[in-house]
């Protein structure tokens, strides 16, 4: 059974930062694209970055670009998200999401339960 | 703004037929790429509900069907159950300078 659990989230204050961490099992992780999209609190989905199964393509979207790093341990079968810089608006539950197949545009398939950060003084 | 338009909400009665529009551009869904629809219950992860335009995952009942014309998307229901009560997005990707993976704003749709 897939499966992708996420941790990390918290509280903190603006500018500090924090490390998601998404553990896959139930499938060969290093075969696959990952993301993360998050959702701000009664809003919708945004996406906010993706890798792909080498970690040789990576984007992010330009409301993260220069703060958040994207990355993957496939030995681990972990992807992590690095969030610097933190504001307001970052607050969100964060999801990590897997690519269902080898296409860059295959839809994501398997979502994690997700991780709420919170920015906040 | 969302770079996909959804209409913020809809409605209809058990057993009725409802559909969810998802506009886009020359950039996203007019260029061809495919549109996803994604089911987001509520407290829950959103779940994959249409792929490819008009793919259905298995384990996905026949009363969801996804279609997609120009710039624009549409996934219908047929038959509503209450437990279809959630919120619908729709995905696709976008070449702009700006984007990658764009989400429509969402539908919540109600079962009266």
């Known amino acids: 059974e897939v499966q992708l659990v996420e941790s990390g989230g918290g509280l903190v204050k603006p500018g500090g930062s924090l490390r998601l961490s998404c553990a896959a099992s139930?499938?060969?992780?290093?075969?696959?694209?990952m993301n993360w999209v998050r959702q701000a609190p009664g809003k919708g989905l945004e996406w906010v970055s993706s890798?792909?199964?080498?970690?040789?393509?990576?984007y992010y979207a330009d409301s993260v670009k220069g703060r958040f790093t994207i990355s993957r341990d496939n030995a681990k079968n972990s992807l992590y998200l690095q969030m610097n810089s933190l504001r307001a608006e970052d607050t969100a539950v964060y999801y990590c999401?897997?690519?269902?197949?080898?296409?860059?545009?295959?839809?994501?398939?398997?979502w994690g339960q997700g991780t709420l950060v919170t920015v906040s003084s | 703004q969302s770079v996909l338009t959804q209409p913020p909400s809809v409605s209809g009665a058990p057993g009725q037929r409802v559909t969810i529009s998802c506009t886009g551009s020359?950039?996203?869904?007019?260029?061809?790429?495919?549109v996803h629809w994604y089911q987001q219950l509520p407290g829950t992860a959103p779940k994959l509900l249409i792929y490819?335009?008009?793919n259905r995952p298995s384990g996905v009942p026949d009363r969801f069907s996804g279609s997609k014309s120009g710039t624009s998307a549409s996934l219908a229901i047929t038959g509503l159950q209450a437990e279809d009560e959630a919120d619908y997005y729709c995905?696709?990707?976008?070449?702009?300078?700006?984007?990658?993976?764009?989400f429509g704003g969402g539908t919540k749709l109600t079962v009266l």
């Open positions: 020359s950039s996203n869904i007019g260029a061809g790429y495919d």
């Open positions: 139930g499938f060969t992780f290093s075969s696959y694209s």
């Open positions: 890798i792909s199964s080498s970690s040789s393509y990576i």
């Open positions: 999401a897997r690519v269902h197949g080898s296409s860059w545009y295959d839809p994501f398939d398997y």
């Open positions: 995905q696709s990707y976008d070449s702009s300078l700006s984007g990658n993976w764009v």
């Open positions: 490819g335009n008009s």
